[in-house]
């Protein structure tokens, strides 16, 4: 059976493509490890489909908007398959179908969660910068907060607190953005 390798294809072509030619290689009669050995440019040595040889094919295969995340729960998927098509017999095509249907949900869950975060972390970049831009245009002004700031005592306890708060700041809303996006769903 004839394919295109993936060595003929220029750049990292997806995951959704690499699991729609898999799935089109099953629908014309290959087998699993053929399906997805025709598109890894190394090959497969012997007919065994495991997890590392998967994980290295999407991984060579991830476009700049897939994740390491995304690659890894397609492999344990793909190879659940591989697993039940081998001992149970069941139809591989239809079941990495579902593979598919599961990845492109991930994706969209993902953009959504990315999209839905990006106005917090743009305003979170604009408060860091707020008191370094608020102390440049007191200097350029000619109010003098650094003299303030650094030459008494009032000042630099204003400094103090004001870098405690800032770096609190900082550290807790960082916090919060980095747990957000892995809430899964229920």
Known sequence: MAGVRKTDVPGPVGIAAVLAAARAGLRAGGTMTEAFARQ??????????????????????????ETRRQAACVVGSVHAVYLLNASLGCG??????????????????????????????????????????????????????????????????????GAVCYVAGLWWMRALLADAPTIRPP
């Open 40 to 65: 890894d440019a190394v090959g497969f040595a012997t007919p065994r489909l495991t997890q590392a040889r998967l994980l290295r094919l999407l991984e060579a295969s991830r476009t700049v908007g």
């Open 92 to 161: 591989a095509a239809r079941c990495l179908d579902v593979v598919m249907e599961d990845y492109r949900r991930m994706r969209m869950l993902d953009d959504l969660r990315r999209n839905a975060f990006a106005m917090p972390e743009a305003t979170v970049r604009l408060l860091s910068a707020l008191p370094g831009a608020t102390v440049l245009l007191g200097e350029l002004l000619g109010a003098s907060p650094v003299a303030f700031l650094l030459g008494s005592d009032a000042g630099r306890l204003c400094l103090a607190c």
